[in-house]
C-alpha cells in the first residue's frame, strides 16, 4: 500500500504541473487590450477570411516566409465542431487542409487543435479583424505564431497599430511581420 501511494505522488504532482501549463496557455496575455478586444466564438467566426499579417519565430526557411497564402473558412463540420479549412497548392493541385478545433467553456477565445497546441482568437474593436496566436511554452526555445487575419485583404489602420504592438509585446520585432499576398488559384 505505501509502495502504491508512492507512485501515485509524483504521477498527481506530473498531472497537475500539466494542467498547470495548460491553464497557464489559456490565458489572455497582459499583451492584448481587453478594452479593444474581445473573444471570438465558434459562431462569429464562420465564413472566409485573409491573413493580411503575421509574425512568428518558428523554424521557417525564408522562401516560404514570403510566399503568398490563400484564403481559408471556418465552417461547422459533418459532426458539429468548427473545423479550420485552407486549399493548399500543391504539385499535385489544390488540396483541401482541414483542423477541427475544440472551444473551451471556461476559457472564451480559446481553441484546442491538436495535443497541447491552445490558440486563442480575439476580434479587434470589430468582428472584420481578428487576431490569432500560439504560443508554445513546451519547447525551448518558446515558439510563437501571431497572425491578423480579415474579412477583406484590406486591413484597417487601427487593427494594423494594434497587431504591431501586440507582436511587440510577445516579444518580436517590427521587422518580424510578414505581409502576404493572397494566392487564390484554388479557389
Excluded at 42 to 69: D, F, Q
Excluded at 109 to 136: Q, R, V
Excluded at 151 to 164: F, G
Amino acid at each position: 500500500m505505501a509502495t502504491m501511494r508512492l507512485f501515485l505522488l509524483p504521477l498527481s504532482l506530473t498531472l497537475l504541473s500539466v494542467a498547470a501549463e495548460d491553464e497557464e496557455a489559456l490565458a489572455m496575455p497582459d499583451t492584448v487590450y481587453r478594452a479593444a478586444t474581445f473573444p471570438a466564438t465558434t459562431e462569429k467566426l464562420l465564413g472566409k477570411w485573409y491573413i493580411t499579417r503575421w509574425a512568428g519565430n518558428l523554424p521557417i526557411p525564408a522562401k516560404k516566409k514570403l510566399s503568398p497564402l490563400p484564403p481559408f473558412t471556418f465552417v461547422i463540420n459533418a459532426i458539429g465542431k468548427l473545423e479550420f479549412r485552407m486549399k493548399i497548392m500543391k504539385p499535385i493541385g489544390c488540396v483541401l487542409f482541414k483542423q477541427y478545433l475544440d472551444h473551451f467553456e471556461k476559457h472564451p477565445g480559446f481553441f484546442h487543435a491538436w495535443s497541447k497546441h491552445y490558440i486563442g482568437i480575439f476580434f479587434l474593436n470589430t468582428e472584420d479583424f481578428a487576431l490569432a496566436y500560439y504560443k508554445d511554452k513546451v519547447k525551448h526555445p518558446t515558439y510563437i505564431m501571431t497572425m491578423l487575419m480579415g474579412r477583406s485583404l484590406v486591413a484597417s489602420p487601427q487593427s494594423v497599430r494594434m497587431y504591431e504592438t501586440f507582436v511587440m509585446k510577445m516579444g518580436l520585432n517590427r521587422t518580424d511581420i510578414f505581409y502576404p499576398l493572397c494566392d487564390d488559384s484554388c479557389e
